[in-house]
């Protein structure tokens, strides 16, 4: 053990410690004038990528302050082939739904023995849909259209709601 602590601090000392005194030794390189223009030529193009207007003149968006910057994300809590066929067909039907697509929204399934898989359709804390799914696969694809207008008719009232609610004290969660 003692043998092995010894080679490792001599490669230690070896490797690191001798190094960097040879190296305070040295003097420092100043760039010639071809690799400061170089570099001045890759700030410009990058300085152009950031920049907040197009070639146009329009200007770029803004983000929001406080606004979610990631929406339109559905994400899969499904668990059984009965669910996993739901989610599948729900997310198809959605994706070609503008106010469904730009919601965060989460498919959440409860697997019973007996009775099947309850499926919850959820934003945040808020449940939009909820049912009961045999688990015969051929019926998943009905009961996701069926889901696909309920939860777009909640979500039009939500957003309403929202934006009828004066109130900016109170969050998003406190409203309802």
Known sequence: MKTLRYIFCYFFFGVYVLPTSAEENTEPVSPSAGEQASAAKEQAAIDAINQLSGPDGAEAEQPTPGGSELTGVMVDRTITMAGKTFYRAFSQRAMDNLIIGNAT????????????????????????????????????????????????????????AATLTPDKDLGREELF
Do not use: C, H
């Not at 019973?112 to 694809?141: C, V």
């Not at 259209?145 to 957003?159: D, F, M, P, S, Y």
């Open 105 to 160: 929204i989460t498919i959440q399934e409860r697997p019973d023995a007996r009775w099947g898989s309850q499926i919850a359709i959820m934003e945040g804390n808020r449940m939009y849909f909820r049912t009961q799914l045999s688990p015969k696969i051929s019926e998943a694809d009905r009961v996701a259209g069926e889901a696909v207008q309920t939860v777009e008719e909640a979500l039009i009232r939500q957003q309403l």
